[in-house]
């Protein structure tokens, strides 16, 4: 099969390694020919062009822009292809995406594989990204379930543990487990970096270690990105965040109250229900 892939970075790239090692001839486009040339040196694609006339014989694209990008990217591609190609997208919001697609593409299926790391570029493309990590798929009731089909064909062929929801509901669901964290993480550096005696603060630099270096990642990540993230899936962000502040407050409150013993209960339920999520 014929596979394009719009925007080679760390998930564009990435799959292209996968793809292109289950036989797919894949067609990969990026906005730097500078990338081009690296995807096809680290061999994560068959043939690379900044132009998207490249993408004209491909069965199934991917777009792998970042999320702002991806309606845009769609409205410009979408006249280099036959009627019969099925296009996709890895953002990590559905709903304006989907809602922004479905009317321009009859063969549209929201996905999102829940994989990836804080590095960006071609340069951090690696093999098996996806195995054993949830890829979820937002159809809705016009989508053609051939489509959905071959999309899920494909994605079984990375590894991925495939989920279906609709896009809205995805969108509450990440808000959760991905955009909160992006935020509260963020807050967390930007809460150290507040302290006001050097001494103090260069402590802190040095004492650093596998606590701060876990909860810091997410929210050191590629700004953009996290942009994206507050942008087009503000409300249901802006919910989570105002949950977390409630909750910090209740332990903010326990600590002021010397509540030891109601703070040693949440933390027993903490501990007994994250393995729930992982």
Known sequence: ?????????????????????QGHDVLGVS?????CKKAMEIGSVDQAATELSLLSAAEVVFICTP?????????????????????TDVGSVKTPIVQGISHLWENFVGGHPMAGNTDIGIDAAQRNLFVDRPYVITPTESTPSHA????????????????????????RAVSWISHLPVMVS?????????????EIFQLAQKFASSGFRDTSRVGAGNPELGVMMAQYNRQALINSLYQYRHHLDEFIDMIETENWDLLTEKLKINQQNRPSFL
């Open 148 to 171: 959905i089909s071959i999309l899920e064909e494909i994605v079984c062929s990375l590894g991925s543990i495939i989920y279906h929801c609709s896009p809205e509901k995805h969108d």
């Open 186 to 198: 963020a807050s967390l550096v930007a809460t150290c970096l507040s302290e006001s005696d050097p």
């Open 67 to 87: 999320i702002g990008l991806i309606v845009p990217q769609v409205e410009q591609l979408i006249s280099h292809l036959p009627k019969t190609s099925i296009i």
């Open 31 to 35: 906005r730097r020919e500078s990338t």
């Open 1 to 21: 099969m014929k596979i394009g892939i719009l925007g080679l970075g760390l998930i564009g790239g990435s799959l292209g390694f996968d793809l292109k090692s």
